[in-house]
Nanobody, 122 residues
């Protein structure tokens, strides 16, 4: 099992930027794929981005391509989500997830963080 703790959420105006962080701990976490998902009120949790720990393979949802960037820092056991050009529709609770592979699906991820709120005002 991997323990995940997110931070970096907050309130920002449309067009602004935020960087989310996810610190991972636990056994063999370096072999895991890491993902970011988000859930808006009344909606299903949806995929945002994913990466392997080396950063050589990344996936993005179409809705965030060109605006969000997922990166990893192995020395700090941390995964980041840099979010630029934020829109009101990006408002959601953002969750970090870890699993045995990189996937846009929720199923393969077996560890989840507690979530961090991102609110984008218009």
């Amino acid at each position: 099992q991997v323990q995940l703790v997110e931070s970096g959420g907050g309130l920002v105006q449309a067009g602004g930027s935020l960087r989310l962080s996810c610190v991972a701990s636990g056994r063999t976490f370096r072999t895991y794929g890491m993902g970011w998902f988000r859930q808006a009120p009344g909606k299903e949790r949806e995929f945002v981005a994913a990466s392997n720990w080396s950063g050589t393979t990344t996936l993005y949802a179409d809705s965030v391509k060109g605006r969000f960037t997922i990166t990893t820092d192995n020395a700090k056991n941390t995964v980041y989500l840099q979010m630029n050009s934020l829109r009101p529709e990006d408002t959601a609770v953002y969750y970090c997830a870890a699993g045995p592979l990189i996937s846009p699906l929720r199923g393969p991820y077996d560890s989840w963080g507690q979530g961090t709120q991102v609110t984008v005002s218009s």
